[in-house]
């Protein structure tokens, strides 16, 4: 009976969430295909896989590093702010040229730091330095060289909850761009598929019209054979090919079962790998971190655009350059 009324009287926050998933299932529906709505019991469906996604981005969203403080000292004593930047200078107008983050400070003046998420693209170099092992003579070696390349400081928030939880919304619409980008395939392969086939139509219509006489005189019997041998293998190749699409009927229901098995897979397209790396003061990898570097923890995110660098930072509005300053260099680099 106590289980027959919590289910009849379920909790307010188990209301709660409830509510705020079947939002989330229409919003899903509405971005991949509106027609998944005809499918059987769509709501029910989804649930699983669309929670699945959701509690996966929550807990990648607090994965990634941070929040790491970056101003004057941590770039003196972080061995990872001074990878990011060359100089203080350079990480001023990094974060200063963000018009997220100047419109955050201007929508926010009791706001005396900004927490956001920040990304680069780690690039490698092979280099050549001369090192001295164990005490012996200095020797040239290959080494490789670490750089940050368009460090991009985005999604500014008020405290480090509030940003992570953005970024649990910005994984799981990576989730999402990636069943709209099958969808978007299936249906571009659905329609090469059926022109090919109207094409074959036509041209094996245009043929016994012909009749054979015609072909005869145009190209020749043994031609001829040849010809309708090829066209014949074409619309034997078309015809498996149309074969392995779904069915009309089945349609609707297959391209839901493929939208679910997006949702209930999520690591599969949106996901972060971590990397342990050395690095000395000239983002060189250090052979030993106890002489010459210090051990550095990064985590790459990678989705449908691509992969970066990604870590939560924290901004000082103290530290922000004058606008103009800021963008009159941009202009002049740009000139």
């Known amino acids: 009976m106590a289980r027959w009324l919590q289910k009849l009287l379920p909790d307010p926050a188990?209301?709660?969430?409830?509510r705020r998933l079947v939002a989330v299932i229409e919003d899903v529906v509405s971005h991949t295909d509106p027609r998944l709505r005809a499918a059987r019991r769509y709501r029910r469906r989804l649930e699983g896989p669309v929670e699945k996604s959701l509690l996966y981005g929550e807990a990648l969203s607090w994965a990634i590093p941070g929040p790491i403080d970056f101003n004057a000292a941590s770039w003196l004593e972080d061995p990872l702010v001074h990878a990011f930047f060359s100089s203080v200078p350079a990480m001023k107008a990094a974060f200063s040229r963000s018009r997220d983050l100047r419109a955050f400070f201007e929508g926010h003046p009791e706001s005396q730091f900004c927490y956001c998420l920040l990304f680069a693209e780690r690039q490698l170099k092979t280099v050549f330095t001369t090192r001295q092992l164990d005490g012996g003579i200095p020797q040239e070696m290959a080494t490789t060289s670490v750089t940050f390349a368009e460090p991009l400081p985005c999604l500014p928030a008020a405290d480090e909850a509030d940003l992570r939880g953005q970024l649990g919304i910005l994984v799981f619409n990576g989730v999402t761009r990636a069943a709209v980008a099958l969808l978007a395939k299936r249906k571009k392969d659905r329609k090469a598929v059926e022109e090919q086939q109207a094409l074959l139509t036509l041209r094996m219509k245009l043929s016994r019209d012909a009749g054979k006489c015609l072909d005869s005189?145009?190209?020749g019997g043994e031609q001829a054979?040849?010809?309708?041998?090829?066209?014949?293998?074409?619309?034997?190749?078309?015809e498996r090919r149309a074969a392995a699409l779904p069915a009309r009927t089945t349609e609707l229901e297959h391209t839901f079962q493929e939208v679910v098995a997006v949702y209930d897979s999520p690591e599969t397209h949106v996901h972060v790998s971590g990397i342990d790396i050395c690095l000395d003061r000239m983002n060189l990898v250090a052979p030993e971190c106890r002489y010459d570097g210090a051990r550095v923890r990064l985590?790459?995110?990678?989705?449908?655009?691509?992969?970066r660098v990604a870590l939560v930072a924290r901004y000082a509005r103290a530290d922000m350059l004058p606008a103009e300053a800021v963008f009159l260099d941009a202009e002049k680099a740009l000139a």
Do not use: I
């Open 14 to 18: 188990e209301r709660q969430r409830r």
């Open 225 to 238: 054979d040849r010809a309708d041998a090829a066209l014949q293998r074409d619309v034997a190749e078309v």
């Open 217 to 219: 005189m145009m190209a």
């Open 299 to 307: 985590l790459e995110a990678t989705g449908p655009r691509g992969t």
